[in-house]
């Protein structure tokens, strides 16, 4: 079986018609075309699936499209400019980044925590902690945020009932108040997401010489200074490799928004994200040359955050660290 | 124990508390009647437990939720398989052959990892419509099916295959793909189940291509067919939440089962490089 798929019998006579194959191998010389045989299956899909549509996209944000079936009419970068004067897209970059910068700030930090509390020496029930951390990461976005419905109803919700009423606090209309529906969605992705990130920084953790933190003990540095002075920076990668996760994760928002105040964004569009404009415009108003232009001003703004984050971290300045 | 022991215990009692309620609470909330779900004052056991949003979950009235689940088993097995070919396939290449333009097609490869699905994501719907893909299982399974990801960390995987024994391999006569699929393969068994685990999960909880895609209840996945549901509040939350309780089952208990492999494996390859 194997033998008939191999790329040695093609390939070689490909290369050297007539050579005789055992001559070949015996100098160690592949046929020239066996690697691009290896590499062949993953780039023809991804080719067709995701590079060809990429170049195509960039093509259509050029031009006005409206419906599947209708005739494209190139206007150059008018998509371009609607779209920086788009009221609707202008708030759902604001509620987008809000979410972004409002989940990471508090993620990272609970995150880091939660990693240090976890590495303590002979706690007990290590497993099931790791274990109850990293569920919320594997249940599906939509699941999540049926759960929540329940923990944000304002009648009957856990979070005004069991939190806020015993401290004396009013009811919070959670997913009907605009001022509320990020912060709400911002809850949901520090339950969803932190376990997550805690165990990406116990491997930094893990992988760091305790050597390091002996010598600095012996010399009479305190836990705070080991911290500050050692830890962090040592974790520098790990850190740098969660927040720019959490970005592209936060800027392509999408399952837990739509199911959690509906595809509109709920009251005033106050939970409109970014993908779920882009969702609208493409597949709901079939606008497809300014859906084009939404996807591409996406892509862009995580690049560009993506590399801003990595160069704010000293990412580039030395392959060390 | 040290009072310091008491409160890292005592934070992360709360803190696994904190994430484990509203789980619970989802349990307990599709054996409530459907008044109870919706009662004050609010209560984590239900007064009496019922079935019934399970029968009427089942009784496909609303959804076919067993259809789209099965639905959701198929496209989640078939794109994982299809993954873990081609990743393991691309991966081989990259790691053990030296050719023109391995560095810029791998270059091209890590730059994408950037990229999110949005920026190709219009002219791909397009796609669809002109092959009469909509709707179909292929218009889910093929575009998913070359993961930047997978061919990224299988390839480092397969840098710890020994050149020597692929060498010696070759001396003995052994085809190029028969030193792939008898040394390199099995040498990343571990990188291969880790990325068949996340593949599935993955796929298993994907929403936004399906519901782009996979137009009718017979065909759509169970994230699909359940948000369709949400627009019947109140009157058919236990149902819902019935259904949302049982896809997570199957998640938990591959957790359960394999924490140990899963949990230890799952980022020490995409952090270490």
Do not use: C
């Amino acid at each position: 079986m194997a033998r008939t798929l191999s790329t040695k019998d093609v390939a070689t006579d490909a290369v050297t018609p007539g050579t005789p194959t055992r001559r070949r191998r015996r100098s160690y010389v592949r046929p020239r075309w066996t690697p691009y045989f290896f590499i062949a299956p993953f780039f023809i899909l991804f080719g067709i699936f995701f590079g060809l549509p990429t170049v195509r996209s960039l093509q259509m944000s050029f031009y006005t499209e409206r419906g599947v079936d209708t005739s494209a009419e190139f206007t150059g970068l008018d998509n371009y400019a609607t779209l920086v004067r788009d009221p609707t897209f202008y708030k759902a970059l604001v509620n987008t980044s809000y979410y972004a910068l409002g989940s990471i700030l508090i993620i990272v930090p609970l995150a880091l925590s939660l990693a240090l509390l976890l590495r303590t020496r002979g706690l007990l029930l290590r497993e099931f902690f790791r274990l109850s951390f990293f569920l919320p990461n594997a249940i599906s976005g939509i699941v999540v945020a049926i759960v929540f419905r329940l923990v944000f109803d304002q009648e009957y919700g856990l979070l005004n009932n069991w939190l806020l009423a015993p401290l004396g606090l009013p009811k919070v209309a959670w997913l009907a108040d605009p001022a509320f529906i990020m912060p709400s969605i911002i809850l949901l992705g520090i339950w969803q997401f932190t376990g997550l990130n805690a165990i990406y920084f116990m491997v930094g953790l893990q992988n760091q010489d305790p050597g390091i933190h002996e010598a600095a003990t012996v010399d009479g540095a305190g836990p705070w200074q080991r911290f500050r002075y050692i830890t962090l920076p040592l974790l520098k990668p790990t850190t740098v490799f969660v927040v720019t996760f959490a970005i592209i994760g936060s800027y392509q928002l999408f399952a837990q928004p739509v199911a959690l105040v509906g595809e509109g964004g709920g009251p005033n569009r106050a939970g409109l994200t970014l993908t779920m404009y882009l969702y609208e415009t493409a597949f709901t108003n079939l606008d497809l040359g300014y859906g084009a232009a939404i996807g591409y001003a996406i892509t862009v703004i995580i690049v560009v955050l993506s590399v801003l984050q990595m160069w704010a971290q000293g990412f580039f300045r030395k392959e060390s660290a | 124990m040290s009072w310091r022991r008491v409160l890292v215990y005592l934070t992360l009692t709360a803190a696994v508390a904190v994430t484990l309620l509203p789980y619970v609470y989802l349990i307990t909330a599709t054996v409530k009647s459907p008044g109870e779900i919706f009662e004050l004052p609010v209560e984590l056991l239900p007064d009496a437990i019922t079935t019934e949003h399970y029968v009427r979950l089942f009784s496909n009235e609303l959804i076919p939720f067993a259809r789209q689940v099965l639905n959701s088993l198929v496209i989640a097995t078939l794109t994982t398989l299809l993954v873990l070919a081609t990743s393991a396939s691309v991966g081989w290449g990259f790691a053990k052959y030296d050719f023109p333009l391995r560095n810029v097609l791998f270059i091209v490869l890590l730059a994408t990892l950037t990229l999110p699905l949005q920026v190709a994501l219009v002219p791909l719907f397009q796609m669809m419509v002109s092959l009469n893909w909509l709707d179909t299982f292929q218009g889910v399974v093929l575009p998913a099916g070359a993961s930047a990801f997978g061919a990224f960390f299988i390839r480092q995987a397969m840098l710890s295959v020994p050149d020597d024994m692929v060498q010696a391999a070759r001396i003995d006569g052994a085809s190029e793909f028969r030193i792939f699929l008898t040394m390199g393969v099995p040498l990343v068994k571990g990188a291969l189940s880790v990325l068949a685990v996340l593949t599935f999960l993955a796929s298993w909880n994907d929403f936004l291509w399906p519901s782009i895609v996979l137009r009718s209840a017979e065909r759509q996945t169970y994230p699909v067919g359940l948000a369709n549901l949400i627009g019947f509040y109140n009157t058919e939350y236990g149902t819902l939440l019935a259904g949302s309780f049982l896809v997570t089952v199957p998640i938990i208990i591959v957790f359960i089962a394999g924490r140990k492999h899963i949990l230890d494996n799952l980022m020490l390859g995409s952090i270490k490089s």
